[in-house]
């Protein structure tokens, strides 16, 4: 069932098997997952936010203080509702490599401490449940009746051109799956329903249970597991407010290891064939899901070169400069506005090309628009068809180019940095949380990095006859500048790791010394590699969502045990204190 926290009566008492702290893709994952399979587990699924978005409680939940510009304000890409930021993800999933899992002590990176494979083998059903189709990550599997690389290349050099992303439709959880979570018997949603603290014994070796706060009232949850699914900035500030003045428990890992991805817009790629014979675009999956090919280099190229990962796309160039005399890119402009935060602050700062002019008045888009309707017509019945009235859409705008020549985006992996941190900060919230403090750092050589990753990729494809890398001297100077936080990927900030004094979860996401405790997302990833972290997320909900399931149903909470679906609804009360 969903309903709403402050329809109940001050101080009520939850109980369950499990409960969840978050209604984003973790959450609603293992939710789903564990109702699944364990049809008598009571499953409790906290919301803070509603069903829909409001921008008001947002702008007041999800404030801070960020240090360095080139990160993103903290409100931008989170959501306080249900579903939480897959109501606004681009539904591009990757899927994370053999590599990523593993230490790379050149680059001062530990590997994780579960096996590649362990993860893997829940990609496919992850994939299922964004509807983003097959585990195919292989041109030739997902795409059979398409060249399977980018374009004609010489093998041996290298390059990577085969391998693509899958884009979910993309899939709002907490909407397409509300039917099944309202209908669930073993499922209990409870929207605006915040924790607002986890109660831990002094020691902090035994969770006591949450404060819920719904409205004005003080609720109580108890469970035998507390899952915290919160996403990587909200798990740590609920851990470390939970754990202050001593009152519990804390590592000295948490809140630390903050990572996003690093992207930007730098250099072109000029291609050596014609694009009759490129596959540069999104194309369409034996199984009906859009894809596009990847530019990349691979594992042991990387490593020679002492590269981390990343990935090359071929992008549409700068929106913002009418000097481009394009009609379609004018009204990509004028609408970014309408696009999904990512794409629309991408779009907006790319670098204009080499003698486009400052920016100039929007009466020049205007005349793009005029000079350039007849193409612009026609794109925009296509785009309509494939963009704006199908639920599976096309995932971003891509133009091709008859000289061949495009601009470079870049996603890059970001090395774990202690100094790199999330804190409480002195503002606090509507609900007397101290809001957060992010001291994102990037690495100090990430821009020599980046340049070696240009110069590496440069003579690959030079070997492999596909094109070549154009970075003149001035754009690599403005390297650094070119250099931005992927403000939507927060990860790190409580880290899996194989010893309580490395990390702050277990392999199993249990913290360390508080049996019963997990958590769940992109916080407890130690590398990120390049990959967009939604699937990899789901993939580990539900490996938790087994593990839990497997563990013995004789330690379900006695409160629980006696909770029926009728009287789950009405549960006694007592005081709450939120101290």
Same mark, same amino acid.
């Given at each position: ?10 101080? +009520? ?78 539904? !591009? ?45 292989? *041109? ?43 209908? *669930? ?18 020691? @902090?070796?035994? =969770? ?18 507390? $899952? ?21 428990? #804390? ?8 990572? +996003? ?7 072109? #790629? ?37 590269? =981390?990962?990343?990935?090359? /796309? ?30 629309? /602050? !991408? ?14 008045? =929007? ?58 941190? $999330? ?45 070549? #890398? ?10 650094? @500048? ?51 972290? +939604? ?7 539900? /490996?938790l969502a087994d593990r839990l399931a497997a563990a013995p149903a004789a330690g379900r909470t006695r409160a629980? +045990?006696?909770? @029926? ?6 549960? *006694?009360?007592?005081? =709450?204190?939120?101290?």
């Amino acid at each position: 069932m969903i309903e709403d926290a402050r329809r109940l009566e001050p101080g +009520t008492r939850l109980a369950a098997d499990v409960a969840i702290i978050g209604s984003g893709a973790a959450g609603v994952a293992l939710a789903l997952a564990l109702a699944r399979k364990s049809p008598r587990a009571r499953v409790l699924l906290l919301e803070a936010g509603g069903k829909n978005h409001d921008i008001k409680e947002q702008s007041r939940h999800f404030a801070g203080e960020v240090s360095d510009p080139r990160h993103p304000p903290l409100n931008l890409y989170r959501r306080r509702m249900l579903g939480g930021t897959t109501s606004v993800w681009g539904g !591009r999933c990757i899927a994370m490599e053999p590599d990523d899992f593993a230490a790379r002590p050149d680059l001062g990176r530990p590997g994780w401490p579960v096996s590649y494979p362990d993860i893997a083998r829940y990609y496919a059903r992850a994939l299922e449940l964004l509807e983003a189709g097959a585990c195919a990550f292989d *041109a030739a599997q997902a795409l059979p009746d398409a060249p399977p690389g980018m374009g004609p290349v010489r093998p041996g050099t290298g390059l990577v051109v085969d391998r693509v992303e899958r884009f979910s439709p993309p899939t709002n959880l907490g909407t397409r799956y509300a039917g099944e979570l309202e209908a *669930a018997p073993n499922i209990r949603v409870l929207l605006n329903a915040p924790c607002v603290e986890i109660v831990t014994t002094g020691s @902090g070796g035994k =969770v006591q249970g949450l404060v819920l706060r719904a409205g004005g009232n003080l609720l109580q949850a108890a469970a035998r597991n507390i $899952v915290i699914a919160a996403g990587g900035l909200e798990t740590p500030r609920l851990m470390l407010w939970s754990a202050r003045a001593g009152r519990g428990w #804390i590592s000295p890992h948490l809140g630390r290891h903050y990572m +996003t991805h690093y992207t930007g817009d730098l250099g072109h #790629i000029r291609f050596a064939h014609p694009p009759e014979r490129l596959q540069l675009g999104y194309a369409m999956s034996h199984d009906g899901i859009w894809c596009r090919r990847l530019l990349q280099l691979d594992q042991r190229t990387r490593r020679e070169n002492g590269l =981390v990962n990343f990935v090359l /796309r071929p992008s549409i160039g700068a929106i913002h400069d009418p000097a481009h005399g394009n009609s379609i890119l004018s009204a990509a402009f004028l609408t970014k506005r309408f696009l999904i935060p990512e794409y629309a /602050r !991408r779009l907006a700062s790319m670098p204009a090309e080499p003698g486009a002019s400052a920016m100039p008045p =929007v009466a020049l888009h205007l005349r793009n628009l005029a000079t350039g309707m007849p193409g612009l017509l026609k794109f925009t019945g296509n785009w309509t068809r494939q963009r704006i009235l199908p639920r599976r859409k096309l995932p971003s705008l891509f133009l091709p180019r008859a000289n061949g020549v495009y601009p470079l985006e870049f996603n890059a992996e970001q090395i774990a940095d202690p100094r790199s941190a $999330v804190a409480l900060s002195r503002e606090r919230d509507p609900n007397g949380v101290p809001l957060l403090s992010v001291n994102w750092r990037m690495a100090p050589d990430f821009p020599e990095r980046l340049l070696g990753i240009y110069d590496v990729m440069g003579r690959c494809l030079r070997a492999s006859g596909l094109g070549e #890398i154009v970075l003149t001297g001035a754009e690599r100077e403005m390297a650094p @500048g070119r250099c931005q936080s992927q403000g939507g990927h927060h990860m790190g900030t409580a880290r899996m790791s194989s010893a309580p004094g490395e990390g702050v979860v277990d392999p199993d996401l249990q913290v360390w010394g508080t049996p019963g405790l997990y958590v769940l997302g992109s916080a407890v990833f130690p590398t990120c590699g390049f990959a967009n972290p +939604t699937l990899t997320i789901v993939a580990l909900a539900l /490996r938790l969502a087994d593990r839990l399931a497997a563990a013995p149903a004789a330690g379900r909470t006695r409160a629980a +045990t006696r909770q @029926g679906s009728a009287a789950s609804q009405k549960t *006694a009360r007592a005081p =709450v204190t939120a101290s």
